[in-house]
């Protein structure tokens, strides 16, 4: 049996590798556990993984099903490319026309009154197989045995009982459909797991899981968001930045743009966060890119995570700006990440995050932009909170972010961002829209940068075949943030004028 060693418990892994990870290394081994969901929530996903990982570590293997047949169980892992070879399957489905309208005896210790056939069934194929892994599915057909809830409780304490000491680890899988939520149950388990389904107004569903208790362990509690995909369920634990820390050298992450540089007092520094704000079109992505490139020029690895355009149309667009993004594509220096927000959940991102920088050993991520990430959170007020431990994970692990917010508007001091996250930013480049002699300019700015010195001036920027520029500061013009800047007086005008005739 593979099991983790963990504050003198052995442990039985999953077969999940995420929930592992929640659980501090797996199930602690010879439990009762209760796993319960609504249906299609992944009760049975879970399970059949569970005594696969237990059949691949040569461990005896039971799953005593009440409302699924065997056919049934064998076309849902083939579904995901498994087999249920190495599980001993064993079907209660009423035989001899028993159903559960017919009284069935209640069940005690086994000292002491007769099991019903049902329950004699169960610990006969339990002796019988002598399992270290038993699924039973489900409890919702045991309440119906039984009848009344007083009957129902006593046999699973009875099931708890037989067996203790049998070195032998339950999942009871319960889906809550015939009677409301069963404290007592609960408490009767060593454990409990608890998988829910959601359903947003658009999109996909949401699957998030929590573990309710775990008696004699810590574990990572909250909800982690998983999926369940051709192959099985995958969890995404939910990320703490203080636990993720790698060390690294402090210094300055050049954009390959000498003016660019100057205005960021040198440019970013490593481990920080900027963010670039403004109207849409300004310029933002086309900026964020350039730091990827850069990057990539110098021999490190960049991730984009595009949230809004297609990767075809942001290769066409920067290559008609002279930004060489296929050379680093094409390098395998930057990679493009095409993100569907109806699709995904957060945790889904954190973990593809992650992995750019964990595996792919990314030095510069870019999140265009906010707004797509927004759309991919189903409760708008924690994302601040999970883009805050983001930011730390990618901060500590020495990773430059450059996050894009496209702000409503265009021209004027009345626009707006969707979401306020200019304070978890350590560098704010603003980026705005301004009319001048019959033509609309750009202008750009850095108005934070906590790591540092940044120049205060505001800079004309203008794209072309040859990329990204910026002119000198604009000291000859008031009012450029709000889109209609008023050309000032030269001084020395203003001196002659004010001396007496």
Known sequence: METIHQAGWNRSSTGVSGLDDILHGGLISDRLYLLEGDPGAGKTTLALQFLREGYKNNEKCLYITLSETKEELAAGAASHGWT????????????????????????????????????????????????????????????????????????????????????????????????????????????????????????????????????????????????????????????????????????????????????LGGGPDRGTSTLLLGPAGSGKSTLAVQYAVAAAARGDHATIFAFDESIATLEARTEALGIKLNRGLSAGQINIVQIDPAELSPGEFTYLTREAVERDKAKVVVIDS?????????????????????????????????????????????????????????????????????????????????????????????????GIHLGEPLRRFRGILTGSPVELEPQSAKHSASKPG
């Open 370 to 466: 906010l707004n797509g990430y927004l759309n991919a959170m189903p409760e708008e007020q924690f994302l601040t909170a999970q883009l805050h431990e983001l930011l730390g994970y990618l901060g500590r692990q020495g990773v430059t972010t450059l996050m894009v917010v496209a702000q409503h508007g265009l021209v004027g001091s009345g626009m707006q961002s969707p979401v306020d996250t200019s304070y978890l930013a350590d560098s704010v480049v603003l980026l705005r829209y301004f009319e001048y002699a019959g033509e609309v300019r750009k202008a750009v700015s850095v108005v934070k940068k906590r790591s540092g010195f940044h120049e205060a001036t505001i800079r004309e920027m203008y794209f072309d075949g040859t």
């Open 84 to 263: 249920i070879e190495g599980i001993e399957i064993i079907e209660l489905i009423s035989e001899n026309g028993e159903t559960a309208d017919q009284p069935l005896a209640t069940m005690y210790h086994p000292s002491e009154v007769e099991l019903s056939e049902t329950t004699r069934r169960v610990l006969d194929a339990v002796n019988r197989v002598n399992p270290s892994r038993v699924v039973f599915d489900s409890l919702s057909e045991m309440r119906l045995l039984a009848q009344n809830s007083l009957r129902y409780r006593r046999q699973i304490l009875a099931l708890k009982q037989f067996f203790v000491g049998r070195r032998c680890t339950v999942l009871l899988l319960d889906d809550g459909t015939s009677e409301g939520h069963d404290l007592q149950l609960q408490s009767i388990a060593h454990g409990v797991i608890t998988l829910q389904q959601l359903a947003p107004v658009y999109g996909a569903e949401r699957r998030r899981l929590r573990i309710q208790k775990l008696r004699g362990s810590s574990f990572r509690g909250g909800y982690h968001d998983f999926t369940i995909k051709t192959g099985g369920i995958q969890v995404y634990p939910r990320l703490i930045a203080a636990e993720h820390s790698e060390p690294f050298t402090r210094s300055q992450i050049k954009s390959g743009i000498t003016a660019l540089d100057a205005l």
